[in-house]
């Protein structure tokens, strides 16, 4: 391999991995340093010269010695004797510095190939890093990329300088469909190094996904006159959000929706019809958890001793509201305030007396049913009956035949009675 081939694969680096100047310079003499290093078996910082000019797709090695009389020679890599310093050019004298140029054909072909795997050892060591260290300040940020592969659990997306982001598949709405060549939106999630590799993971089911569109979309945010207090997401079927701001003149629900609701509008589209509630933040749990069960109507509210769970009393037809559909509405009131809500008819307010714990029916019910059940807040037999089968197995993730069989035996109690 010659000079010219050499210098041409450099210029294929440079042009190709997308490497600048000073970084390609650097690069460069780090790995002709190594290699000198080597050759001479010591640091030749001091006596030998490279120089490189990545514009030009040009270097050169100079190997610097000074001039002594032959008999006075002590250190060959750094003198010169004066009668082989007259055969390159006959004016020198003693005391004068020789600057030798090495060509890279000296080195040998078993060093050169050497140089060029260093070399590209160096140059994907190099991007690595730059890969890591660009992502690392993007966390958190809306990116644009565009899909290259759809693999079943992840897609692969390049941005414009064809770096490689993945998208795993619980990262993804779940009514995200993509095909190559389309533009995907989303955030940086995290950047990790495996085995010495950066792994850009990018998110669209994250609530900071959500939150950016919405500092994007709604001024006021971004320039911080509304707050964001908290953002809940079940990703493509709803989310939760609640906003605050600390100027009386500025309504924080109808900036966030905007006129007609075309703020709003834009961000429902990008998270494929996600339903998007929000609501004015307070401290009063109470009132918060009224407007998170919005657009249920609640006729009054019992916070637990402990301020973990709340009972909810409403009329029978504001029940299927608070609950919303798949039980979405009330999964992410109670992650929004915080409190294990539990909704009640109004007319079971004052007819506890005449209801029957759920141990009771140990003999008759499995216990990890039953655990089941007071797991999602219902701890009597009239808790269970006053919601339908369907609620129940989506909220307790029991199988519906099973619940069917829990209905039938507490309804059979109550029969009994009332016989």
């Known amino acids: 391999m010659d000079n010219y081939k050499l ?12 490497i600048d100047r000073e970084a390609m310079m650097r690069i460069i003499e780090d790995v002709f340093r190594g290699m000198l290093n080597k050759k001479f078996d010591c640091d030749t910082t001091d006596f030998i010269d490279i120089i490189v000019n990545v514009d030009k797709g040009d270097f050169e ?14 250190d060959p890599l750094r003198q010169i004797k004066l009668s082989d310093a007259i055969k390159i050019e006959p004016d020198f004298e003693v005391g004068e510095e020789v600057n030798e140029e090495l060509r890279i054909e ?40 565009e899909v290259a592969h759809v693999w079943k659990r992840e897609i692969v997306a390049i941005d414009d300088e064809g770096i490689e982001l993945l998208m795993p598949k619980m990262e993804q709405i779940p009514s995200d469909i993509y095909k190559k060549g389309d533009t995907i939106r989303a955030i940086v999630k995290s950047v990790e190094s495996v085995n010495g590799s950066p792994v850009v993971t990018l998110s ?11 500092e994007a979309e709604v001024p006021e945010i971004y320039d911080g006159l509304i ?20 100027d009386d003149r500025i309504d924080p629900v109808g900036a966030c929706v905007g006129m007609k609701g075309t703020r709003i509008h834009g961000i429902v589209r990008e998270l494929r019809n996600e339903n998007i509630d929000v609501i004015n933040w307070t401290t009063n749990p109470q009132l918060l958890i009224t407007r998170a069960l919005s657009p249920a109507k609640i006729t009054n509210i019992v916070l637990s001793s402990d301020n ?41 307010a004052n ?18 049913v039953i655990d089941s059940l007071i797991k999602m807040g219902c701890d009597t037999a009239k808790d269970v009956l006053s919601l339908t089968p369907e609620e129940v197995a989506n909220r307790a993730d029991l199988e519906i035949e099973t619940v ?10 109550f029969e009994q009675d009332a016989e």
């Not at 669209?204 to 919405?214: A, D, G, K, V, Y």
């Open 204 to 214: 669209r089911t994250s609530e900071i996904f959500l939150q950016r569109l919405l």
């Open 227 to 246: 707050t964001i207090k908290k953002i809940v997401r079940e990703p493509g079927q709803r989310a939760k959000v609640a906003v605050e701001s600390y």
């Open 404 to 413: 069917r069989e829990v209905f039938r035996i507490l309804r059979a109690e």
């Open 308 to 348: 973990t769970m709340a009972n909810v009393y409403m009329e029978n037809d504001q029940i299927s509201l608070a609950i919303g559909k798949g039980g979405y509405n009330i999964k992410l009131a109670g992650k929004l305030t915080g409190y294990e809500i539990d909704v009640y008819r109004n007319s079971e």
């Open 351 to 368: 007819s506890a007396e005449e209801d029957v714990d759920l141990q009771e029916f140990s003999d008759e019910i499995d216990q990890w």
């Open 106 to 145: 000296s080195f040998g072909r078993r060093d050169i190939l050497a140089l060029r795997q260093n070399l590209q050892t160096k140059v994907a060591e190099y991007e690595k890093e730059n890969i890591f260290q660009k992502y690392k300040d993007k966390v958190g940020e809306i990116i644009t990329a």
């Open 61 to 74: 090695i100079y190997h610097n010695r000074t001039v002594v009389e032959d008999d006075e020679l002590t």
């Open 7 to 18: 210098v041409e694969t450099f210029s294929e680096f440079k042009e190709f991995k997308n």
